[in-house]
T-cell receptor
Framework: SQQGEEDPQALSIQEGENATMNCSYKTSINNLQWYRQNSGRGLVHLIL?????REKHSGRLRVTLDTSKKSSSLLITASRAADTASYFC???????????FGAGTTVTVRA | SQTIHQWPATLVQPVGSPLSLECTVE??????LYWYRQAAGRGLQLLFY??????ISSEVPQNLSASRPQDRQFILSSKKLLLSDSGFYLC???????????FGSGTRLTVV
């Protein structure tokens, strides 16, 4: 079943701007992950944040997690045309091997 | 290094025909294996997962089945395809789900 929901569904920004997308989920989680999917390709793992972490950075990516609000955000700073893709959050519910994915946010970076 | 192979990349099959999609993993042992399906412009739906040889869990009752005949081989099958089986099928592996999934490049299946 789909647990995460991303917001917005689509985002269009100018190169160099920041892109922020949000994810809300319903049940308690072990960790939350963000993935990127280029058109027609498989998903690529970007970053994982555990339930006891509040913020994590990886290069131009910043992820926050608020377990009290059951929400997470992904910030891409100084966006590039190559960041054009769909971004998905996925939740690993506690003591479960399975990831539940949201419907994704489609990001378009204009040159 | 760990890699995942998924084939074929695209497939066009008539309604009622059988299906076999294969996924193999290299460079790791006893991975958790997953089959997901993605409808156009949508998120991923978990179809099957396996934590070991011969151990298959089905998430959604459907026209599909999965098998794991070897530790690093995961096969998605159907005896008779339906139009509704069209979609983008993704295989993935993980270790205990704690380090993120690694996805294959996907198979675009069109049932006509």
């Amino acid at each position: 079943s789909q647990q995460g929901e991303e917001d917005p569904q689509a985002l269009s920004i100018q190169e160099g701007e920041n892109a922020t997308m949000n994810c809300s989920y319903k049940t308690s989680i072990n960790n939350l992950q963000w993935y990127r999917q280029n058109s027609g390709r498989g998903l690529v793992h970007l970053i994982l944040i555990r339930s006891n972490e509040r913020e994590k950075h990886s290069g131009r990516l910043r992820v926050t997690l608020d377990t009290s609000k059951k929400s997470s955000s992904l910030l891409i700073t100084a966006s590039r045309a190559a960041d054009t893709a769909s971004y998905f959050c996925a939740t690993d519910e506690a003591r479960d091997y399975k990831l539940s994915f949201g419907a994704g946010t489609t990001v378009t970076v204009r040159a | 290094s760990q890699t995942i192979h998924q084939w074929p990349a695209t497939l066009v099959q008539p309604v009622g025909s059988p299906l076999s999609l294969e996924c193999t993993v290299e460079g790791t042992s006893n991975p958790n294996l997953y089959w997901y399906r993605q409808a156009a412009g949508r998120g991923l739906q978990l179809l099957f997962y396996s934590v070991g040889i011969g151990q298959i869990s089905s998430e959604v009752p459907q026209n599909l089945s999965a098998s794991r005949p070897q530790d690093r081989q995961f096969i998605l099958s159907s005896k008779k395809l339906l139009l509704s089986d069209s979609g983008f099928y993704l295989c993935a592996w993980s270790v205990q789900g704690a380090y993120g999934y690694t996805f294959g490049s996907g198979t675009r299946l069109t049932v006509v």
